[in-house]
């Protein structure tokens, strides 16, 4: 009798249990999600705001008065925030009392293009548009047809990426053949670079150029700077 009264009892409190729990997971699926943060895994990019982002979240109909926990789909959040141009990866987190967190990761651009329709380029070359409140320092880009992009985004990296050249390369100049010409700071001149092969060998006789060209002035005497060939530097008055 006993053992029948303590069966009885285990039963009613696993209903109990159950019933909570599904009263609880039922709550919780039907809390209303909010925009809470956005994390940008990147902190030297402007070119995405939280602002903006914010209210890309709020378009996609995750708003305190429209959405809840189960019907938010995560996924589709994502795959929505990363139809934006400027906008590589995009994370959506809900935590428990229904805030939604978002981790993006921006596109970095590495080169602008100076054409009829001015665009970024970034590093991948994906091809992205202009943004009204900020604009990316970096090189210009004349002359661009889309049979360059590959060596294009391979220069475009070296520069960004080497400090000596990020700072002094203003303009990039697409010639015939794949040959590329520099603008850089201070100098009304050329530098012939050529094609992309040997680019660090190339980057290096420059470098070593131009600390002696900026001693001896040697940037006032020359209209034109070939770097094409191996181990020299040629000048042309």
Known sequence: MLKTKYNILTFLGILVLGGLFAFTNHRNKQRKVTPDKVIFTSINNLLVSEAS???????????????????LTLNTIESQLETVPHIKNAQVYVSVNGLVS?????????????????????????EMPLVYRYAER?????????KYKKDLVFLLNKIETTPFLKHLVVGVYCGPNLKFRLKIRDYAGNIELGTIEKLNLKVKNFNGFYA???????????RKINLEITNQVVCTK
């Open 53 to 71: 982002v914010n209210k890309l979240l709020i378009q996609k109909r995750i708003s305190d008065s429209i959405q809840t926990k189960e019907t």
């Open 102 to 126: 978002t981790n993006i990761t921006p596109r970095k651009a590495i080169g602008r293009m100076y054409s009829s329709s001015p665009h970024y380029i970034d590093d991948e070359g994906i």
């Open 212 to 222: 002696k060209a900026i001693k001896d002035q040697l940037f006032k005497k020359y």
């Open 138 to 146: 970096v090189p210009l880009v004349y002359n661009y047809k889309s």
